[in-house]
């Protein structure tokens, strides 16, 4: 399910803000695992470079998740999703990864390696899930150095949470869900940007 589709979800429901905040900071946490497996499946040798602040931002955003969440006093009633895999989401994600492919490649030809991070965090908009593929596969295919497209999936990953910020409030409408979140969004990047820094100067 998309996040979007989440924060439908706790809108209709009415739920608590801090453990709405919660589980949108869990779904973070799958973000960034899964973009990490992505490297480590196609790109390997990228990880050198990003294990650790993709580690960082992940156990942060656990820790902010579990503080969020609370006590659990009243059981609340299931929320109502669509099913997690649709043939349209597979499609939207074929999609993606062979437009951001073809235009980070142009971008990293015609501007060097600033340019396809500069198409990563746009991709961050949309899909960091299909930004990451595309950089692993231009890893494999030798069109982009294992450093960038590290430095690319850490970049990709910070702008897919952020960006998650205003979709919750327009669906919610929620102050109190919005900041607790976005306080929560923050550290979490700032633990991978700390980590990030910490590797490049470790990896110049």
């Not at 040798?45 to 503080?67: D, G, Q």
């Not at 990293?108 to 950089?135: D, E, I, Y």
């Amino acid at each position: 399910f998309s996040v979007l589709e989440l924060a439908s979800a706790f809108g209709r429901e009415s739920r608590d803000a801090g453990r709405a905040a919660s589980v949108l900071m869990v779904t973070n946490v799958a973000m960034v695992i899964r973009n990490t497996l992505l490297l480590a499946i196609f790109a390997p040798k990228a990880l050198t470079v990003s294990a650790v602040p993709l580690a960082l931002m992940a156990a942060a955003a656990a820790v902010i998740a579990w503080l969020l969440s609370g006590k659990q006093s009243e059981k609340s009633a299931p929320l109502r999703m669509s099913s997690l895999i649709s043939f349209m989401r597979v499609a939207k994600f074929s999609l993606l990864f062979l437009v951001i492919a073809v235009v980070g490649t142009l971008a990293q030809r015609s501007f060097g390696n600033l340019g396809f991070l500069v198409v990563s965090a746009l991709g961050g908009l949309v899909s960091s899930a299909s930004t990451t593929a595309s950089a692993a596969t231009l890893v494999m295919d030798g069109k982009l150095s294992p450093l960038t497209a590290g430095v690319a999936t850490v970049l990709t990953s910070a702008i897919s949470a952020l960006v998650r910020l205003p979709l919750v409030h327009q669906q919610t409408r929620s102050r109190e869900l919005t900041w607790k979140l976005g306080i929560g969004t923050g550290a979490m990047i700032a633990f991978g940007l700390a980590g990030s820094f910490g590797m490049w100067w470790l990896h110049p």
